[in-house]
């Protein structure tokens, strides 16, 4: 079975600054990987995803995520935060395309002015 | 991308009751799914909708407390029996579609429905 584990479940960025949101899967098979956004009071909005294609992934609102198969990881990043990135990211595996995704806790992305 | 709209948008029941929630896709999708958000939390599968079959149920989630339909695939409804407090939650429809479609195509993609808050009293 697969799981998802997101470091941290609070990240405090300063605008301009770096943002580096963390998640480590687990799958028996090759994953397919996802991140969503989600804003205060909103729904979930899918912001990248991998399927094996290019190990670099990139999205929408200048995020993008790197898959490293040596480190089960697939981290999402934005070179420079905004006020508006402030939300809930969750990072979310799936081992197929059947199956329904399996979510990590989330990660709440605070940005300071 | 596929369109979802659930209904209600939000509800206040009183604890025994039950609730139906309806969740409508624009588009014929292979699969529906039904995921909880309880305050705070992230979201967790309650069940796969299955057309024309009994729902898939996660571990802990039963039958008796979450009746689950799926007359055909575009529709799916979520009952939510007996209400507690416990059962306040935001519960999301969620669709793969066929074929796939949305960011970069794909049939791997899940698309999610805004969501219905519940609040038990």
């Known amino acids: 079975a697969q799981s998802v584990t997101q470091l941290g479940s609070h990240v405090s960025v300063s605008e301009g600054a770096l943002v580096l949101l963390r998640c480590n899967y687990s799958?028996?098979?090759?994953?397919?990987l996802f991140w969503y956004v989600q804003y205060p009071n909103q729904g979930l909005q899918l912001l990248l995803k991998?399927?094996?294609?290019?190990?670099l992934v990139k999205g929408i609102n200048g995020f993008e995520a790197e898959f490293k198969k040596s480190e089960t990881s697939f981290h999402l990043t934005k070179p420079s935060a905004h006020m508006s990135d402030a939300a809930e990211y969750f990072c979310?595996?799936?081992?197929?395309?059947?199956?329904?995704?399996?979510f990590g806790k989330g990660t709440r992305l605070s940005v300071i002015a | 991308s596929a369109v979802i709209s659930q209904k209600p948008s939000r509800d206040i029941c009183q604890r025994g009751t039950s609730l139906t929630i309806q969740c409508q896709v624009d588009?014929?999708?292979?699969?529906m799914f039904w995921y909880r958000q309880q305050p705070g939390q992230s979201l967790t599968l309650i069940a796969t909708?299955?057309?024309?079959?009994?729902?898939?149920?996660e571990s802990g989630f039963v039958i008796d407390k979450f009746p689950i339909s799926r007359p055909n695939l575009t529709f799916s409804t979520l009952t939510v029996s007996n209400m507690s407090p416990e059962d306040s939650s935001i519960y999301l429809c969620?669709?793969?579609?066929?074929?796939?479609?949305?960011?970069?195509?794909?049939?791997?993609?899940?698309?999610f429905g805004p969501g219905t808050r519940l609040t038990v009293l």
């Open positions: 799958s028996s098979v090759p994953p397919y």
């Open positions: 588009s014929q999708v292979t699969m």
């Open positions: 969620s669709v793969k579609p066929r074929g796939g479609m949305g960011l970069a195509g794909g049939q791997n993609e899940q698309f």
């Open positions: 991998y399927t094996s294609a290019a190990t």
């Open positions: 979310a595996v799936s081992d197929s395309g059947n199956t329904p995704l399996v």
């Open positions: 909708a299955n057309q024309g079959s009994e729902a898939t149920y």
